[in-house]
């Protein structure tokens, strides 16, 4: 780790202020990301904005047909959240899947969907269910929230503060774990929500997380897992590495899509 | 069997101290004024090192020094050793290329230590290490052991003509070919034994400090033997003489093999600490264990397998390509040959065996022992081959051991080794009705159900433990015999310190080296210190790997106690004023035959120190004996374990759903801490099979060398273990002993790649069957069959 001067906010203000104008600065929310690629010498702000102690960011509240949840809220509270787990049972349950029990107890979701790990499983969530990033400047679609790989529509001074997601009819999210790294190889989240049929792909992709739109139109005309047998995605555009070609994971886009839709169906997803 | 004594399921003493985080490790050692070094590591596979500019590093904040390896060089210390000559089959010795503790002139592998920086703190000595500028000439690099010696591959060494070490062979080719041509079956396959990295718990480290005033040398590394560490630091790097240099082993956070070997590391902190006479420090972070320690396995083989008419095997040929990587570790010639070749009859009466093995030098980290060291290799070379030879025949793979089993002993094998007890078939059985194995065509079809395939595998290994009869490795060009040494002190009042030259790293020595001396003195497991790991402590010994602590230094025990035993009869029998002769030690008291004199254990021992009118001619005041224990033979624990795995065929994704292990170690101390060591072995042979991957590309870079990429067993990739026992004692050692801390890791690759080939229906898929391997197997089996149909 390099030197760096540590800044520790006191309120979304504060946080904003330093931002705006230190130099080479970096927010720090739960860290599971960038403290240990700045131990790896891979990252090295100049300096650092630490938003532990910023108040009000960690709430998760219902209202109408959307739950919002705040930037700090740690994966553990969304997947132990009975607010999230009634409204939104996938979205709970996605929460659970995230690395392990120390992450998910410091990691936020926030700093996850800023980062926009292209294997993250947040990023697939936001744009099956439609969720709107809230900062501290604006409100953006998921839609055009995410960019690429670790890439994302938001400004160098711009922090994400809570994001919201309409309650869909049903959804389901089906995650395909690398087995090393036990990030998604392929996560498919599925959302049924009153307008549309959303079907969101993460890891697969080799620019991030991705819609499907044939198997949107084929669930649209009948949601279950049957409307997407003998359907497949191109394997162009699709990640290779060690762990699976591209072929692999374009088939592994069809299976995962079918779990989730029946995960969707299922009252209660499994834990 | 008493509550705490051989047999007993006793916790394990040390335990607590390792679970509330009050353990010692080498890292948690500091001494006052210590520095730090970092080891600047080539990220090239194969370059040369044109030039070296230290001169900005040298001027950063905090730096001691700055040492190269040119520089390091003019120290004329020795290099770094592989103690066992192998020879070629020509008769000329193994190509051993030197191994500087820091590479002079180029780079060889990807984490080749080039040049070292001590500073007071290690953020300093990372940041002047950015600032060295090494000129490298990167040069083409050879990974891949099949195509090291072939033409157009780089020389990596100029010792090692075509790359290759040697090319050795054992056992009859005449009689094996002649054996082939008589066979009514041949089963042929070929496979790959993946690399690992080792990856135990604690990373390498080292600590040196040097004391100007005694001229003494003490080294804190985290070792499996630090006293052959000091022999070979000390006689062949030639860094200060034995009386002038300590090495202490405290708490080691395991090792499985990684931690015998001698490493540059600390033979360079070792060399620092005099030179700038400050303590100095290293600890490997995991990255950087990736690509310096010693990793495991990495065979390419083919392998045939003759039958008779009659299903009985008449014969073997084994032909391998090892790759040992970069550098020759010390005792890396050894494992794909005689801990590798020897045991390729498993458990079979197989009359004619030829086998041989090229080793290889490539552009990747070293190879070396890695839990099971060669056996594992073997085990999956027979246990595959007679699986699939079963299913070419349309045999039960069960009925077809059984008749080739090994069913009389002594069994003197055509490799060399004499398996001298066992009884095959007994753990077999035992395995088959534990496992329900008839109830598998059920379990199968309710898989169907599901959409799932289901498999099973058999692997009935055999293993060779005790390392090492020195008559016996002696002959087949071993630089040491691995005996190994003990020494009880008796305290005042009756307690007892036990010095053992074994090292413990996990296998719980504290507890069952007391097992043993408590049940012998009658005293409580408490009463008794295990000491270890210190060579200004205790005498001379061999260390820990190889299954050898309690077939070898147990036995050493017994002998320090049988020594302590007979003079302790002799001074009972002068506080008793009887004959020697009539002297029975029995639950701790001393009695004369047939009376109800007696002195008690605790009493005799305070009788020993305050020596009070002793017999000072016959008997000398003190109670303290050393003993040194040479096996005869090694020891051939062996067994069987089923394993049943259920395939998703939409993902590839392997689970194993059932496992069954029954094993013959002999004599056990302690069943729990036996099932342990199953447990941690079968973890890691499964991690081997399905998960494990050691990716160079075709540069030398070190693909998989995170844990972002590297794949670990963890407790939900396996199921609760079935684990049982049979046993036949060792006759080669006093208390039967034949070990166990690697059946787990020689049985479970091959009985869990036994079970995905049955359960897929072909024998083409190599380890790691990683869920994207087996769904690529899955599409070419349906593509070959839609061809077909």
Known sequence: MYAFTYHRATGLRHAANLLEKLEDPKILAGGQTLLPTMKQRLASPTNLIDLDKVEGMSEITAAGRSVTIGALTRHNDVH???????????????????????????????????????NADYPAACLALGATI?????????????????????????????????????????????????????????????????????????????????????????????????????????????????????HLVNVCARRAVAAADEKTPAE | MSATGIGAAVRRKEDLRFITGKGQYTDDVSRPGQAHIYFVRSPHAHARIKRIDTKTAAGMP???????????????????????????????????????????????????????????????????????????????????????????????????PNNTIYNWHIGDHDATAAAFRGAKHVTKLEFVNNRLVPNAMEPRAALAEYDAGTQHLTLWNATQNPHVARLVISAFVGIAPENKLRVI???????????????????????????????????????????????GRDHVTTAELALDADHKITGLKVKTVANLGAYMSTFSSAVPTFLYATLLSGQYAI????????????????????????????????????????RELDLDPADLRKKNFVKTFPYQTAVASLYDAGDYNASLQKALQIHDYKGFGKRKRESEKNGKIRGIGFATYIEACGVA?????????????????????????????????????????????????????????????????????VQFGMGTYGSRSGAVGMSAIVKALDKVEAKAKKIAAHLLEAAEGDIVFKDGKFTVAGTDRSVAWGELALAAYVAHKFPTGEIEPGLKETAFYDPTNFTFPAGCHICEVEIDPETGVTSVVGWTAVDD????????????????????????????????????????????????????????LKVDMTVT??????????????????AAPAAVMNAITNALGTEKIDMPATPAAVWSTIQQLNKTRLAAE
Request: glycine share 10%.
């Open chain 1, 80 to 118: 132990k959240s009975p607010i999230v787990q009634q409204a939104i049972p996938a979205l709970a349950y996605l929460a659970g899947l995230i690395g392990d029990p120390a992450v998910r107890h410091r990691g936020t979701i926030g700093g996850s969907v800023a980062n926009n790990d292209p």
């Open chain 1, 134 to 250: 809230v900062t501290n400047k604006r409100k953006i679609a998921a839609d055009e929230f995410f960019k690429g790989l670790f890439e994302t529509a938001l400004e160098p001074n711009e922090i994400i503060t809570k994001i919201t997601f309409p309650v869909p009819k049903k959804a389901g999210y089906y995650k395909f774990r690398n087995q090393a790294s036990r990030f998604a190889l392929v996560g498919v989240f599925v959302a049924k929500r009153p307008s549309e049929i959303r079907v969101a792909v993460t890891g697969a992709g080799s620019s991030g997380v991705f819609r499907v739109p044939s198997f949107e139109e084929a669930l649209k005309k009948r949601f279950s897992p049957k409307s997407l047998e003998g359907l497949t995605i191109p394997a162009d555009g699709m990640a290779s590495d060690i762990h699976g070609s591209a072929e692999y994971r374009a």
């Open chain 2, 62 to 160: 905090g730096v001691v020094g700055i040492v190269t390896g040119a520089e390091f060089a003019e120290s004329k210390l020795g290099n770094l050793i592989c103690g066992w000559t192998v020879l070629s089959k020509d008769g000329s010795p193994m190509k051993m290329a030197p191994h500087p503790a820091l590479a002079v002139g180029k780079a060889c592998h990807v984490g080749d230590p080039v040049a070292v920086v001590v500073a007071d703190t290690l953020a300093q000595a990372k940041d002047a290490a950015e600032k060295i500028n090494v000129d490298y000439e990167i040069l083409p690099a050879v990974v891949d052991p099949t195509k090291a010696a072939g033409k157009g591959a780089p020389l990596i060494h100029d010792a090692a």
């Open chain 2, 249 to 295: 082993a405290p708490d080691v956070g395991g090792g499985f093999g990684s931690k015998i070997f001698i490493y540059p590391e600390e033979v360079v902190c070792l060399w620092a600490a005099r030179q700038f006479n400050r303590p100095v420090k290293w600890t490997a972070e995991r990255s950087e264990s990736f690509i310096s320690d010693a990793h």
């Open chain 2, 351 to 390: 009359p004619h065996i030829y086998a041989e093995v090229d080793a290889v030098y490539t552009n990747t980290v070293p190879v070396d022992a890695y839990r099971g060291a060669g056996r594992p290799e073997a085990t999956f070379v027979v246990e595959r081959l007679v699986e699939a030879a079963a």
């Open chain 2, 469 to 537: 009869p020195s008559s016996l490795v002696g002959q087949l060009g071993a630089g040491v015999g691995l005996w190994e040494s003990a020494e009880v002190r008796v305290n005042p009042t009756g307690s007892v310190e036990l010095l053992t030259g074994c090292h413990a790293h996990g296998q719980g020595h504290e507890t069952t080296f007391a097992q043993l001396v408590a049940e012998r003195l009658g005293i409580g497991i408490d009463q008794v210190n295990v000491v270890h790991g210190d060579t200004d402590k």
């Open chain 2, 665 to 720: 170690f002999g004599t056990v101390i302690n069943p729990m801490i036996v099932e342990g060591q199953v447990h941690g072995g079968v973890a890691q042979g499964v991690g081997q099979a399905l998960l494990e991957h050691t990716v160079y590309n075709d540069s030398g870079q070190l693909v998989s060398g995170s844990y972002m990429d590297y794949a670990m067993p963890r407790a939900d990739n396996l199921p609760s």
């Open chain 2, 729 to 746: 004692k060792c006759p080669s050692n006093p208390l039967g002993i034949k070990g166990c801390g690697e059946a787990g890791a020689i």
